[in-house]
């Protein structure tokens, strides 16, 4: 049996691309949502949980001992080469539980969908066959995260400048799927996709 195709599903901070991913899901779509695998790596008791808070110090874990998010995306975001630093640590291994994930027994169809929002910053892209972009107006991704994060603007426009531009993205993308459409014009492009997807993968199977 030839190799299950991999669709990298992207879109910038507030686009709506889990929502797109649960519309992939209700079809019965495997899909793997990178930011979940990046939790799961760093949960109490890992290998690069410890790593981090022997690089960064306690004062990024909660008194339960899980990593504090907020606390370590603060330090990130005001030091670029700790960014660089934890992410050095962290792609490979989150990388290599994506691979596993993405391989489940019993697939139904001859793809599955890797949800990632650093798909076209980090390697991730190279394990693809087809890019498929979430994509909104950069102010509407503003607006959307502030409301869903408490975020404010400027911590939400700095996490959209350490992301591919909007351009560079729509550019690099081999479907768009317009997400400020209604809801059920955004499902019907999902199943419209998923028909062509089953079509193209299934010629290799």
Not at 168 to 175: C, G, N
Request: hydrophobic fraction near 40%; charged fraction near 25%; proline fraction near 4%.
């Amino acid at each position: 049996m030839s190799r299950t195709a991999i669709v990298g599903l992207t879109g910038g901070i507030g686009s709506g691309k889990s929502t797109v991913a649960r519309l992939f899901g209700k079809l019965g779509v495997h899909w793997v949502d990178a930011d979940d695998v990046a939790r799961q790596v760093v949960e109490p008791g890992t290998q690069a949980l410890k790593t981090i808070a022997a690089h960064f110090g306690d004062s990024i874990l909660l008194n339960t001992g899980a990593l504090d998010r907020a606390a370590l995306r603060q330090k990130v975001f005001e030091a670029p080469e700790e960014r660089r630093w934890l992410e050095q640590l962290l792609h490979p291994i989150i990388r290599t539980e994506l691979i596993r994930q993405l391989s489940p027994t019993n697939n139904r169809f001859p793809y599955t969908i890797l949800v990632s929002p650093l798909l076209l910053e980090t390697d991730q892209h190279e394990l693809v066959d087809r890019v498929v972009v979430v994509d909104v107006p950069e102010e509407l991704q503003i607006e959307r995260t502030m409301a869903r994060d408490g975020n404010s603007r400027e911590q939400v426009e700095r996490i959209l400048a350490a992301q591919i531009s909007r351009p560079d993205r729509r550019q690099k993308a081999d479907e768009i799927i317009d997400n400020t459409q209604p809801i059920n014009q955004v499902e019907a492009s999902v199943s419209s996709l998923h028909q062509r997807f089953l079509a193209e993968f299934s010629q290799g199977a």
